[in-house]
C-alpha cells in the first residue's frame, strides 16, 4: 500500500546547550541539544528524539514561517516561474521536516500523547493547506503561466506541475464564496479529523483483542513458529510480567488480530470452535464500543457527497477519477465485469473442492467462513505437497534482502547498502540503508521497519516518503522512503524467518521506494511517486512481486538459515505451481472490495434505508461463492478508502496489476535466462516507470517501455485464467 504525500517540515534551531534525554521509542540514552527535533531542516528526522511535547511549539512555528513564503509566492510576477515556485518549495520543506515525522510516527509508534500533539494541531495543518489551494493570486499565476505564450517551451515536469496545481485548487474550491467556501472548508477539516479517528480505532480494536489458549491440545498441529510466537506475546503482555515465560511447547499461547497471529492461526488451528471466536473477532474489529467506526463511516460518506455537491461532481466517485487513469466509472465497471467474468466459475471450483475434501476428511456439511482458510491450506498441502512451515526456515530477512539486492543491482545497476548507525530511528528493529548508482554516486536511502508491533504499530504494509527529491540553485535534496511491513518477527535466537507472502510484501513495498528513490527529476512536485496517478502507482511495486518466481532470484536468497541449504528445486517447483491456487478466490476477493468501494462513493445514499453493510453484502452475494456473514462489519476496518487515499480508488491495485504483469512480460519476452537482455530491459524500465515519476502520464511514458498501450493477458496468463470465458 501507498501512502499520500503529506507536507512536513521544520524550525530554527534554538539553543547549544547539551542535555542527556531517554529516547521515547528506543528507550537508548542519547547525548541531544535542546532544540526541538521537529525545527530541523536538513538531514534526516530525529527520530529518536522526536517527543509529543514537541508537535505543538514546532508546527506553531513552521505555519508562521509557511506563511511568509506563501506571501511571496502570492506576490510573485505572473508567468515568472522561479519567484512563485521558490517559495513554495520552501513551504513543502518546511512541512517535510516538521509534521510528516508526526504523521509517520503516528502509524509506527502510535501513544495516546502523540495522538492528542497529533490532534491538537491537525484543524491548523488543514487550514494552512486549504488557504494555500484556495489562495486566488496562486491560482491566477498557475493560469497565467498555463495561458502564456511560452507554455510549449516549458519543460513536461513544469506543465504537469503548472496543470495539477489548477486542479487541485479547483477541487480545493477555489470557485467557491462566502457561505459555500466556509462549508467546504468546515467539511475538509471534518474529514481530516474523522480519517485520523477511524484509522486510530482500527489500531486501538486490532490491539485489544486477544485470545489465550492453555490447552496443548487446542494447538496441536499449530506451526512451531506460530506457537513460538504465540508463547512469546503471552509472556510480553504486561499483565504476564511477573509470571513465568510462556515456552512454545508448553503455552499459555496468545493469538491476535494482527497477520502475523491471525493468518497462520486461521489456516492450521483444528480446534473450529476457537477459529469461529477468532474470525468473527476480526471481521467485528472497531464495529462497537469506544472504537465503534460505523457512525464515522456514515458521516465520512455524508460529508464527501456534500464536498461534491459544492463542487459541482455527480458524486465523489467522479471527483476522485477525475486524476486518474480510468477517468470515468464506466472505465473501472468495464474492468471489473471483465475480471469477475474470467473468475466467478473458477471461485465457485475452487470453493467446491476445499469442501470436497473437508468432507472426505471428516466435516460435515457446507463450510463456515472460519473453516474456509483451514481446509485451503490443507488442500494446497495435498495437491503440492508443501507448508508454509516447510519454507519459512529458507526465508530469513537477511538473506531476502541480499537477494532483493542483488536482483536491484541486476536490474537497474544499483548498490543497496546498511548505513546502520547513520540515521536516527524510531524503533531498535529500524534500519537505515542507502542506494548508490553505477558511478558508485549516493543517491537514495530507505528506511526499513520490517516487524510487527500491534501494540503501537498499525497493520498491512505501506511505502511513503520521507524526503523528496529536489534540486535548486541552493542545493539538492536525495529522495529517502519509508518501507514499513508487518512481518513475522525475531523470537529469542531465531531470526524473522518469514511466509513466502511475507516475502513477496517486502518485494511490493519495495517496488514502491524504488519509483521514490530511482527518480531523476529534479522538481519535487514530480519527482518520485509525487503527481503519479493513483491508479498507476502500483505499478512498479506489483511488477517487483514477479521475481519472486524467477528462479535465479528465488534461489539466490532462499537458503536455510540452519543448514545453509538453498531451497530444493522441487520446492521452488511446487511454489510456482502454487502461484495460481486460488486465483480466482482471491481476484473475485479484490473485485469485491473494488466494487463495493465505487458504489459506496457513487449511487450510495448514507441517509437512505440501505446500509453500508447492505451493500457490501449485495455485491459479495454477486461476487462471492461464500457470501459473507450477516454481522461482517468487514468496512470498519476497511481502512484504505476510510482513512487513506484509497476513496473511490481501491480499484487502482488491479488497474496497475495489468500494467505490472504486461511489464513484466517484456523481461519474459527478452529471455529471463538471458542475462544481458535482462538487464538491458531493467535499464529501460529504470530510465522510464521508475525514473520518470510524475513529470509526464503515466500512459505516455508505459508507451516509452513497452512501446506499446498495456493489455489484459499477461496478468490472465500469469494467474493461470486464460481459459476463462471474460
Not at 489551494?133 to 504537469?160: G, H, I, M, V
Amino acid at each position: 500500500m501507498r501512502c499520500t504525500k503529506r507536507h512536513d517540515s521544520a524550525k530554527t534551531r534554538s539553543a547549544t546547550a547539551f542535555r542527556m534525554h531517554e529516547s521515547p521509542v528506543t528507550g537508548k540514552t542519547k547525548f541531544m541539544t535542546n532544540e526541538n527535533p521537529l525545527e530541523r531542516r536538513k538531514g534526516l528526522p530525529a527520530f529518536d528524539a522526536i517527543r509529543p511535547e514537541h508537535v505543538e511549539p514546532a508546527v506553531a512555528t513552521i505555519l508562521r514561517e509557511a506563511e511568509r513564503y506563501l506571501a511571496q509566492a502570492e506576490a510573485a510576477p505572473l508567468s515568472d516561474w522561479d519567484a512563485l515556485m521558490v517559495p513554495l518549495g520552501k513551504v513543502d520543506v518546511l512541512f517535510e521536516y516538521g509534521w510528516s515525522p508526526v504523521s509517520h510516527l503516528l502509524g509506527v509508534a502510535n501513544s495516546d500523547e502523540l495522538r492528542d500533539a497529533h490532534e491538537a494541531m491537525l484543524p491548523s495543518v488543514v487550514q494552512f493547506s486549504l488557504k494555500s489551494k484556495q489562495s486566488r493570486p496562486l491560482y491566477d499565476r498557475f493560469c497565467a503561466l498555463r495561458d502564456n505564450e511560452n507554455w510549449e517551451k516549458l519543460e513536461n515536469a513544469q506543465r504537469r506541475i503548472i496543470t495539477q496545481a489548477i486542479l487541485s485548487a479547483e477541487q480545493a474550491g477555489i470557485g467557491l464564496d462566502g457561505k459555500a467556501r466556509e462549508r467546504f472548508n468546515e467539511i475538509a477539516q471534518q474529514l481530516s479529523q474523522l480519517g485520523s479517528d477511524f484509522s486510530n480505532n482500527v489500531l486501538d480494536a486490532t490491539k485489544a483483542w486477544h485470545l489465550d489458549i492453555t490447552s496443548a491440545e487446542d494447538v496441536k498441529g499449530m506451526p512451531k513458529s506460530f506457537r513460538r510466537m504465540a508463547a512469546a506475546a503471552w509472556s510480553d503482555a504486561e499483565e504476564n510480567k511477573d509470571k513465568d515465560d510462556a515456552t512454545a511447547e508448553a503455552g499459555p499461547w496468545r493469538v491476535k488480530l494482527d497477520a502475523p497471529s491471525f493468518g497462520p492461526f486461521m489456516e492450521h488451528c483444528g480446534n473450529r470452535q476457537l477459529r469461529e471466536q477468532v474470525y468473527r473477532a476480526y471481521v467485528s474489529r472497531a464495529a462497537d464500543g469506544d472504537t465503534n467506526n460505523c457512525p464515522l463511516i456514515a458521516e465520512i460518506l455524508r460529508l464527501r457527497r456534500e464536498k461534491c455537491t459544492l463542487l459541482g461532481y455527480d458524486n465523489f466517485a467522479a471527483l476522485s477519477l477525475s486524476r486518474k487513469m480510468a477517468h470515468d466509472v464506466a472505465a473501472v465497471q468495464k474492468m471489473f465485469n471483465n475480471l469477475l467474468g474470467a473468475s466467478l466459475k473458477g471461485g465457485h471450483t475452487e470453493l467446491d473442492e476445499i469442501t470436497k475434501l473437508a468432507n472426505e476428511t471428516g466435516h460435515d456439511g457446507d463450510l463456515a467462513h472460519w473453516d474456509v482458510g483451514f481446509w485451503a491450506e490443507r488442500l494446497r498441502e495435498n495437491r503440492y505437497a508443501f507448508t508454509d512451515e516447510e519454507l519459512r526456515p529458507y526465508f530469513s530477512l537477511e538473506r531476502v534482502m541480499t537477494g532483493l539486492f542483488g536482483l536491484c543491482h541486476r536490474l537497474f545497476g544499483i548498490s543497496v547498502r546498511a548505513a546502520d548507525g547513520k540515521a536516527p530511528v524510531w524503533h531498535e528493529d529500524v534500519r537505515y540503508f542507502e542506494i548508490f548508482n553505477e558511478q558508485d554516486q549516493q543517491i537514495a536511502g530507505f528506511y526499513l521497519d520490517p516487524y510487527s508491533r500491534p501494540e503501537n504499530k498499525r497493520g498491512g504494509a505501506w511505502m511513503d516518503d520521507c524526503i523528496a527529491r529536489s534540486v535548486t540553485s541552493d542545493e539538492t535534496r536525495l529522495p529517502v522512503a519509508h518501507l514499513v511491513c508487518n512481518g513475522t518477527p525475531p523470537v529469542g535466537e531465531t531470526p524473522s524467518l518469514m511466509t513466502f507472502r511475507e516475502v513477496e510484501t517486502l518485494f511490493h513495498e519495495f517496488g514502491h521506494g524504488l519509483q521514490h528513490m530511482l527518480t531523476t527529476v529534479d522538481r519535487r512536485d514530480v519527482s518520485g511517486i509525487n503527481g503519479v496517478e493513483w491508479d498507476a502507482v502500483e505499478l512498479p511495486s506489483q511488477f517487483m512481486e514477479n521475481w519472486c518466481y524467477h528462479r535465479p532470484t528465488l534461489l539466490g536468497m532462499a537458503i536455510h538459515h540452519e543448514t545453509g541449504e538453498v531451497l530444493p528445486d522441487e520446492l521452488f517447483d511446487k511454489i510456482c505451481r502454487a502461484r495460481t491456487y486460488r486465483a480466482a478466490s482471491a481476484m473475485l476477493r479484490q473485485v469485491q472490495f473494488g466494487m463495493t468501494d465505487i458504489e459506496l462513493h457513487t449511487t450510495f445514499d448514507p441517509d437512505g434505508d440501505e446500509s453500508v453493510f447492505d451493500v457490501h453484502q449485495r455485491i459479495a452475494e454477486k461476487t462471492s461463492p461464500l457470501p459473507p456473514l450477516s454481522e461482517n462489519r468487514f468496512l470498519c476496518a476497511f481502512s484504505h478508502i476510510f482513512a487513506g487515499g484509497y476513496a473511490a480508488g481501491y480499484y487502482s491495485y488491479k488497474w496497475a496489476e495489468v500494467l505490472s504483469a504486461d511489464a513484466f512480460s517484456a523481461f519474459e519476452e527478452a529471455g529471463l535466462d538471458d542475462e544481458t537482455a535482462v538487464a538491458a530491459t531493467g535499464r529501460k524500465f529504470r530510465d522510464t516507470v521508475l525514473s520518470e515519476g510524475g513529470s509526464r502520464h503515466p500512459m505516455d511514458i508505459y508507451r516509452d517501455f513497452r512501446g506499446r498501450e498495456p493489455s489484459t493477458d499477461a496478468l490472465l496468463r500469469h494467474c493461470g485464467l486464460t481459459g476463462a470465458k471474460s
